[in-house]
T-cell receptor, first 112, second 117 residues
């Protein structure tokens, strides 16, 4: 079975550009999570969805970040406009049981 | 706020040595869960174990074992007879119930384990 799929795996962009990260969760999973990993702050939860509905977005750093889940098999995390401090690895995870989260391979974002 | 401390930033051992990764947590919740995840060089996090706060029994899974001690708020992870494939970053995590009633995982900063042949 396919795991969590994220695209792109690597993204390099210039400051001010819009960035869209994509995630396809494991089929049948009700929960979808977006995390960000940096050396300074470690792994942080940005937002999570349950049955396509955003439940907790308190980790979203600011209005430049937005996430959507239009259906059970797809989610996006958008940054507009991007800034160098947004450079990080962004993980998507999904789960059937909230606590047993399966992580995707991550998207390494570099904002120049 | 909940907090997870992994004091060991990096550990380096020689193959076949035993190694223990420390995790200390802070929480005000009476019911909570503790987790360990492994992040190999490929990057994705892999779930290893979940323990709930009412179950203090140690757990063993092959070469892996976990020691949960509520009295010291610790949930340590031991790898016996380490192997090169164990090289990874290991994260300890704690469940947190937010003021808004939602739940989330709070991760420690991770311990990078290098097992040398």
């Amino acid at each position: 079975d396919a795991g969590v799929i994220q695209s792109p795996r690597h993204e390099v962009t210039e400051m001010g550009q819009e960035v869209t990260l994509r995630c396809k969760p494991i089929s049948g999973h009700d929960y979808l999570f977006w995390y960000r990993q940096t050396m300074m702050r470690g792994l942080e939860l940005l937002i999570y969805f349950n049955n396509n509905v955003p439940i907790d977005d308190s980790g979203m750093p600011e209005d430049r970040f937005s996430a959507k889940m239009p259906n059970a098999s797809f989610s996006t995390l958008k940054i507009q406009p991007s800034e160098p401090r947004d450079s990080a690895v962004y993980f998507c995870a999904s789960s059937l049981l909230f606590w047993w989260q399966f992580f995707g391979p991550g998207t390494r974002l570099t904002v120049l | 706020a909940q907090k997870v401390t992994q004091a060991q930033t990096e550990i380096s051992v020689v193959e076949k040595e035993d190694v223990t990764l420390d995790c200390v947590y802070e929480t005000r919740d009476t019911t909570y869960y503790l987790f360990w995840y492994k992040q190999p060089p490929s990057g994705e996090l892999v779930f290893l174990i979940r323990r709930n706060s009412f179950d203090e029994q140690n757990e063993i899974s092959g070469r892996y074992s976990w020691n949960f001690q509520k009295s010291t708020s610790s949930f340590n992870f031991t790898i016996t007879a380490s192997q090169v494939v164990d090289s990874a970053v290991y994260f300890c995590a704690l469940s947190e119930t937010t003021q808004g009633g939602s739940e989330k995982l709070v991760f420690g900063k991770g311990t990078k384990l290098t097992v040398n042949p």
